[in-house]
């Protein structure tokens, strides 16, 4: 155990932390299809012709990627039970995780709705097409593809940055490898491999953003 690195010590921790990394995982890809959800009635909101819900959706947004992730998480954690809405440090982390992404993907979705012609949608409304199936059957096929590539730079940044949900004591992969470190006095094998497995995950994301642009290609 003198050693700087003990393989032996680094196979014996190796089920905690790869078990706290599947949570990890789960808890990104929940945090992420939730922001997916959310970010688009903020991007409709965003591009609406009412000035004033653009003005405050705009204010929310450009707030949110304003300030640290690390102080709204903090928030919802510490300050929501002040005002009577108490939750478990999961929930927190996957409200704030969703909210702080979902602002930085309303913009992803809006610039990929604008970069659709508005020919398109005076065409679609000259065949009678209501709003909904406009925007379901003629703008998101076009608006997609392009946003693939950023939607998938915002999924590896959310692998990172669930990181974060350490300081609420979350049991994910950073707080694993703290405690290991705690426990056994040796924290340069918990954290190395944690580093391992998160770079792991996010070439796992890259390379699934990859396979979703060559499939929407083919589609």
């Known amino acids: 155990m003198n050693t700087f ?4 010590f ?28 959310f970010a688009l009635p903020l991007a409709l909101a965003r591009t609406s012709s009412n000035r004033y819900l653009a003005m405050a959706v705009g204010s929310f947004i450009e707030c949110v990627r304003g300030t640290p992730m690390l102080v709204q998480l903090f928030l919802v954690f510490y300050g929501l039970p002040k005002i009577g809405f ?16 979902g ?31 406009t925007l379901k059957s003629v703008i998101l096929p076009q608006a997609i593809p392009p946003m693939i590539p950023a939607l998938g730079t915002y999924l590896i940044g ?3 940055d669930a990181a974060l949900l350490a300081s609420i004591s979350v049991f994910e992969l950073l707080t694993t490898a703290k405690l290991i470190g ?18 792991c995950m996010s070439l796992g994301a890259a390379g699934l953003t990859r396979l979703l642009e060559r499939l929407w290609v083919i589609r």
């Open 86 to 101: 108490t939750m478990q440090p999961v929930t927190a982390g996957v409200l704030a995780l969703s909210v702080h992404y």
């Open 182 to 199: 705690t426990e056994s006095f040796r924290y340069t094998e918990p954290m190395t491999i944690a580093g391992l497995l998160f770079l």
């Open 10 to 37: 680094a196979a014996s921790i190796m089920p905690r932390l790869l078990f706290a990394a599947s949570v990890t995982v789960k808890l990104t890809f929940l945090s992420y299809s939730i922001a997916l959800i």
């Open 158 to 160: 959310m692998f990172k």
């Open 103 to 133: 602002c930085y993907l309303a913009e992803v979705y809006r610039a990929g709705l604008q970069a659709v012609h508005t020919t398109q949608r005076e065409a679609a409304w000259a065949l009678s097409m209501s709003p909904i199936d």
């Open 5 to 8: 690195f003990s393989l032996d």
